[in-house]
């Protein structure tokens, strides 16, 4: 098992964002940045910023490049999702079920609160925790922000103008996680172990629901494939990352890789190789599984599929659950950042993310 550097923070990471390039798509700028989100005593956004490893003079597994605080701003409520937008603006989703956007500026170090809203209640009027949000993938402008919350609702509201969102009760369970497909489409993972398709442009109807026959194991987790809108990945709450391939939805293929022992919080295809599913769990870990060869999708569930390389990353000196990850788009480095209960700050260099796991 390959290790993590480890960064004491003394607060619990909940979760995490790396910033856009200031400069294009490709970073030429020697100093990285990436902002956290904590709950529990310390509800803050705290902005950090990191060498670049692309200009590092020492091997990329040095315990001396990792991350220094540029700032800190107090967060209403835990933050339970980050989205960096651009190397400007920021938008969270808070445990109190409130959507917020804030201002940054990274050559002077000053984080503030732009506009909030509130996007989740119950139906008595109290708070419902917003769990997680995502923004349209669209060069549109007037871009929306999707959030899912624990009352069942999914909210709509655009980041131009933080109003009164447009809120529609598609479960009546938790709704734990959700993402774009398209710029028309999402996808949304429940407590009670369903994926749900919808359209933007008919919010109240569902396209598509369908679950793991085989499990009723919640879905804790969810994350498109960045080429091919038809094929998803979940983590549940049992270990197992699932990858589906809904182009069938009455009847998708579903791929199980028992990869975790404990709940999976959040998964995504590498930016870097979408054959490889990257993981964080509250076992403590990381893994980075090869679910696919060139050429070949997903098997069918009860199929036996070919043995599949894993490459768990995990420290000794955190112990408790590895809650959020981002991996940072734009360098040649594959690099790698997360957060856990054990109030660390955890980081990983490959100079060559063309690894082969077998």
Not at 66 to 95: E, R, Y
Not at 268 to 275: E, G, Q, Y
């Amino acid at each position: 098992m390959s290790k993590l550097q480890v960064q004491p923070v003394a607060r619990k990471v909940t979760a995490i964002s790396w910033l856009p390039p200031r400069a294009g798509t490709a970073y030429t700028d020697t100093e990285l940045y990436f902002v956290t989100g904590s709950g529990a005593k310390h509800k803050e956004l705290v902005l950090w910023t990191t060498p670049n490893p692309d200009f590092a003079q020492s091997e990329p597994d040095s315990t001396n490049d990792l991350a220094a605080v540029v700032s800190k701003v107090p967060h209403n409520g835990d933050v339970q999702g980050i989205i960096a937008l651009s190397p400007s603006l920021l938008a969270t989703a808070s445990s109190t079920g409130i959507i917020s956007v804030y201002n940054m500026d990274t050559e002077s170090g000053s984080m503030e609160l732009g506009e909030s809203v509130t996007a989740h209640k119950f139906s008595n009027g109290e708070v419902a925790g917003a769990t997680s949000l995502a923004v349209q993938p669209t060069g549109a402008l007037d871009v929306e922000v999707a959030s899912c919350g624990e009352d069942g609702r999914i909210a709509f509201t655009a980041l131009s103008r933080l109003k009164e969102p447009q809120g529609y009760e598609v479960d009546s369970t938790v709704i734990t996680d959700l993402c774009w497909t398209t710029p028309t489409q999402l996808a949304i993972t429940t407590r009670g172990g369903q994926i749900k398709i919808f359209d933007r442009r008919m919010p109240s109807e569902i396209l598509a629901a369908f679950a793991n026959s085989q499990s009723s194991q919640a879905l804790e987790s969810i994350a498109v494939h960045p080429s091919q809108p038809f094929r998803l990945a979940t983590g549940t709450a049992g270990g197992s990352v699932l990858v589906w391939d809904i182009r069938d939805m009455r009847q998708p293929v579903i791929e199980e890789l028992a990869v975790h022992e404990a709940n999976v919080w959040q998964v995504r295809f590498d930016p870097a190789d979408s054959t490889r599913v990257i993981s964080c769990s509250e076992d403590a870990s990381i893994a980075v599984t090869q679910w696919a060869t060139e050429g070949r999708g997903a098997v069918a569930l009860g199929v036996a599929p070919p043995e599949r390389g894993v490459r768990r990353l995990s420290s000794m000196f955190n112990a408790l659950s590895i809650n959020c990850f981002d991996i940072c788009p734009s360098t040649r480095t594959h690099l790698l950042v997360a957060g856990s209960d054990s109030g660390n700050l955890l980081m990983e260099k490959t100079v060559n993310p063309d690894f082969k796991l077998f």
